[in-house]
């Protein structure tokens, strides 16, 4: 069964601070890997996909597959970072796409 | 369309009581999904339809839960005889038939049984 570990509850970076949330993940085929974040008072939505190879918010993370990691990364945090940040996994089989989230990171940024 | 919905917002009962709750997918969207979240955790899948039919449950879903999608658009989850475990914040997603569409997620429903 697929599995994802977020080792860190809680990160605090400095604004203007490197910021790396770490994932790793657990499966034996190839799994579609995710970034969805909760901003306060905020329903769940995506940030970043593995599969588009994109970077929003400044946003971006590498899968790793000798490490089974897909850390999110972004050079200098920004106040409105803060929020619950949450690495999933799927396994595309054009059908049921269902998730399988880690427990969450939440990154607050100081000012 | 303002997004994913769900009815009710917050829902408090007393252990034993039946409770349902609704979703409203994004229109176009075939795929509809059930998750439940609870304190320090990360969504959890609960169960999986394609259009009316549910194709996937979770061994999380005890024979209390029972979820449908009669016409393909909206969906029910009911949970028969709550129990204080149920106690969750139970999210629904939408997404379009194809290959890693996103997955729209509505604000979820807060159950807590007392």
């Known amino acids: 069964a697929q599995r994802v570990t977020q080792p860190e509850k809680l990160l605090s970076v400095f604004k203007g601070a490197p910021v790396e949330l770490k994932c790793n993940y657990s499966y034996s085929g190839s799994p579609e890997l995710f970034w969805y974040v909760q901003y306060s008072r905020q329903r769940l939505q995506l940030l970043l996909r593995?599969?588009s190879r994109e970077s929003i918010k400044g946003f971006t993370a590498d899968l790793n597959k000798g490490e089974t990691s897909f850390h999110l990364k972004k050079p200098f945090a920004q106040e409105e970072d803060s929020a619950m940040y949450y690495c999933?996994?799927?396994?595309?089989?054009?059908?049921?796409?269902?998730?399988?989230f880690g427990t969450g990171t939440r990154l607050t940024i100081i000012p | 369309d303002t997004g994913v919905s769900q009815d009710p917002r917050h829902k408090i009962t007393k252990r034993g009581q039946n409770v349902t709750f609704r979703c409203d997918p994004i229109s176009e969207h075939n795929r509809l999904y059930w998750y439940r979240q609870t304190l320090g955790q990360g969504p959890e899948f609960l169960t999986y339809?394609?259009?009316?039919?549910?194709?996937?449950k979770s061994r999380l879903l005890s024979d209390r839960f029972s979820a449908e999608r009669p016409k393909g658009s909206f969906s029910t989850l009911e949970i028969q005889r709550t129990e204080q475990g149920d106690s969750a914040m139970y999210l629904c997603?939408?997404?379009?038939?194809?290959?890693?569409?996103?997955?729209?997620f509505g604000p979820g429903t807060r159950l807590t049984v007392l």
């Open positions: 593995h599969i």
């Open positions: 999933a996994l799927t396994i595309s089989n054009f059908g049921n796409e269902k998730l399988t």
């Open positions: 997603a939408s997404s379009q038939t194809g290959m890693l569409n996103e997955q729209f």
């Open positions: 339809f394609q259009n009316e039919a549910q194709l996937e």
